[in-house]
Structures are given as structure tokens and as C-alpha cells.
DNA sequence: CGCTTTCGCTACGGCTCGTAGCGTAACTGT
DNA sequence: ACAGTTACGCTACGAGCCGTAGCGAAAGCG
């Protein structure tokens, strides 16, 4: 989930070890600047302050901005989990709320948006963003529907392809519309949306199930 | 939706006016230097070079870079439309497929993102965001509205405060699952996926309206 | 033809970037 | 204990962009 340019399992038997207590200090200097500075207002010489190291450790694990800002990032979340709340719409509901809440600091708002914004020109942090943070959102969906599909809410996948499509297109509207709502309408997520939401969203799954 | 900074309404009887064609002139290089070099590599010394325009006439003008490519993109969003298809369905079908084709365009995806990203600090740039771009596309989904209510398609609203909340949610799903699609799981928006889409999204708002 | 405002151009200080070079610190294998 | 290897902190540097100031010329208006 960090640098990891050099340091693939086990290589690098000799030599002084990188700080592992400095990666932290960086990345969470790199968060404490998003909050005071925004984006744009960001410097590496700065974090590189803020963290007590010098500027040219921080060059040594990350290529520049974008890549040390995605690994900050993606640390936030660390903490989304599904606890299981009894039923498909109590988890969703709940998941919604844990996404909105993250993304409602100031330092996940303007750093999320600015390295999708740089990612749309830079494939390979594309790809880092999906690994660090979109695939661990996605896994949420799909521990959701095993569940449900074990209590019976929902019906054991048939055609695993039209499954597969199914799964995206949920992820999308309940990823998208959190987003949406946060950062470009800029109102809350709070509990009357989130029921509203689940309540649509999971009628119309149903009504796509019954009638097909 | 260009500048105003001093040229409101009919202010400015006196002195060499503005040069109409620099400020289209600016705004087609912005979208220009916005696709070949995206955000982060965007200079306005660059700009004004393309624009065959001095670097001090642009800073006349603009702000900054936030500012000039909020105007720049907003620019893209004119063509948005909304022709009567005959149903609901095909009305938001259709809005989804013009809305994704504008945000496929690669001035589009680094500018919108980037802007965004600023918005989340500078309140004033969030403000020129909204009444540039996202109220625009608001209004399609008043105008969808309407006409669904108008064919019988969907009750009129009875409690106004509860329809605007019902408008505000439907807009969050749509534009959020639109650029979450486009944007962040970089996936094409085609017809398909407009369709699922559009499907579970009608059933769920049915099912949301028969039983409260 | 004066008045006013914008234009293009040049120049500037200030800031950040990303790298190079150096001496020192930390850890490993013999 | 000692040599080998790698990371570290520090300093310095050229390069590039920012945003502004100052100037003379151009373009409208009364």
C-alpha cells in the first residue's frame, strides 16, 4: 500500500533499512498539508518540513505529488468494513454513511478529486488509484450481495457475466451518487438521504429482478 | 458565463472596449492546451501564447487558472439538451448518453476534476462552478420532470419541500453515476448501460412513490 | 482632436521544482 | 571488529512558472 518501488518481498538484505517510522511521518504530513493548504497549495518541500525529513527522502519513495497524495489518501480507507447489520438495506445504509464519512474531510475532498483529475492523462496512476482505493470500495459490494444472497434477499446469480455487469452498475450508483452529493452538490450525507437512496436503489434492483 | 468582471451590464461608455475575439480566442486555447497537456502541465503563458494573446491581457481577464478553465469547460456544457423522446425512459437515456459523451472528451475529464478539487476550498469558485455547469444540468431533470408529469407518467408533486429533496436525489444519482462511470472506473458510458441504468433507477422511483 | 481604456511587449523578484554532491548514520556478513 | 552497502540530512543549483509593473501604441467616444 506504500512506495514499494524497491522493496519487493525480501529483496534488499544489506544496507541501512528505510525508516518505516518516516513513511508514516510523510504520509500523514502529506494529509495535515491537504487539510491547511488544499491541493494546489501543497508542496513536497513543505511535507518534507512538516514530516522532519529532507526533501530528498521524500524523492527517494515517491515519483512526485500525485503518487505520495494517492498513498495518503487511500490510507483513509483503511477503516471501511461492512459490519453485518441484518438485513441488505441496513448494510447499505450503513456503508453509505462509513463512504460519506470519509469523504467529507477536507483532506480525502481535494485530494481524491485532484489525482482522479491528473489520472485521466496518467495511466499508471489510474491504475494505482483502482488498486489503493476504488477495488476496496468494490469489495464492500460484493461481500453486500453474498450476504443478502445468504439470507435469501437476494437470488443466487445466474449468468455470471450479467452478474458481473450488475455488481459495476451498483457500485457505480452508490459510489457515484455518494460523491456526487459530497463533493460537487456539497449537502450532507446523513441518515434521511442515505434511507431514501437505499430505498430507491434497492426497489429498482428488484423490479429489474422480477420483471427481466 | 465569461468573465463580468467590470463590464456589468452597460457599464464602460468610454475607452477601447474589450476585444470580443481574444476572450473566444483564450477560451479555445484553455480547452486546447487542456487535452494536450492536461491540468497539472497547463501554464497561462501557454495559453496566451496559443491564444496569440499577451500573458497580461489573460490576467486581466481571469483570476487565475481555476477561474479561466471553470469558463473554458462550462463552455462544453451548452450543447446539453433535452428533446422530447416520447417516454421518461428515453428522456433520461438520452440526457445520460449526451451528458457522458461531453464528460468523455479529455478537456472535460482533467478541467471538471481539477476545478472540483479547488472548489472544495474556495467557495466563491464553487459558487461559479454551480451556476455555470451544475445548475445547467439541473434544469434537464426539472424538464424531464415536467414532461413525465405532463404524459402521466408521474403524479404531480404534492408536498413541495419533499418533491425538491426527490429532485436533488435523482440529480445525484444520475450525474454521480454517469461520472462516477466515466471517470473514475473509466469505463464507456454506451447505450447498454444508459438502458440498465435508466431501468433500475424508474423502477426504484416507482417503487419509492406506490407505497410511502 | 483630447480622453479613456485596452493592448502587446519587456522585465523583474519570488517561489517551487527536481537533482547532484557530500559527509554521516544504520545495518549486514565475514 | 571491520569493510561493504544503502539510507539519511544538508546544501546548493539551474530551470520554469507566477503574477505584477511600466511603457508606448492602438481603438473607441464625445
Redo the contacts with the bound molecule.
Sequence with gaps: MVADM?SRGSA????????VE?DEAILAATRAALVDLGWSGL????VATRA??????L???WA??NELVVDAVAALFDELELPDRGTLAADIEGVVLQFAAILARPEAKSGLLAVLAESTRDDALRERIRTSVVDRQKRLVLEGRARAQVRGELPPESDPSSADRTVNLIFDMVAGAVVHRTLVSAEPVDTPWAQSFTRVLLLGLAGAASHP
Excluded: E
Excluded at 522532519?52 to 527522502?57: L, M, N, R, S, Y
Design positions: 524497491q534488499h538484505r544489506t544496507g541501512r533499512p528505510r525508516s518516516a508542496t513536497l518541500g513543505d522532519g525529513v529532507a526533501k530528498t527522502t524523492y527517494r519513495r512526485g505529488k
